[in-house]
């Protein structure tokens, strides 16, 4: 049964950091391209950072410069490093496993910015 759990969301105020986790099971990590979205209320679903396996990772062009997504093989997990947080990118953050014809998501974890 594959899993991916994520954590590390909570409230921060503006200009704050976060680091979320998603860790995986079920799945040969290192084989999957590993994906950050996000989901505002009333907002479609967006790509905010991806990393292949190689280790190359592409941004939304709001994040860029302020978030880092990055992977451990070893502890099959993928992190996303946000600073200098904005009221914008407050949402559910889900995480995405994806190799082939096969994707998966986890559950999500919430991360609101507000002073």
């Known amino acids: 049964q594959v899993q991916l759990v994520e954590s590390g969301g909570g409230l921060a105020q503006p200009g704050q950091s976060l680091k979320l986790s998603c860790t995986a099971s079920?799945?040969?990590?290192?084989?999957?391209?590993m994906a950050w979205y996000r989901q505002a209320p009333g907002k479609e679903r967006e790509l905010v950072a991806r990393i292949i396996v190689g280790g190359s990772a592409n941004y939304a062009d709001s994040v860029k410069g302020r978030f880092i997504i990055s992977r451990d093989n070893a502890k099959n997990t993928v992190y996303l490093q946000m600073i200098n947080l904005k009221a914008e990118d407050t949402a559910v953050y889900l995480c995405?496993?994806?190799?082939?014809?096969?994707?998966?998501w986890g559950q999500g974890t919430q991360v609101t910015v507000s002073s």
């Open positions: 995405q496993a994806s190799l082939l014809l096969y994707t998966y």
């Open positions: 079920g799945i040969t990590f290192r084989s999957y391209a």
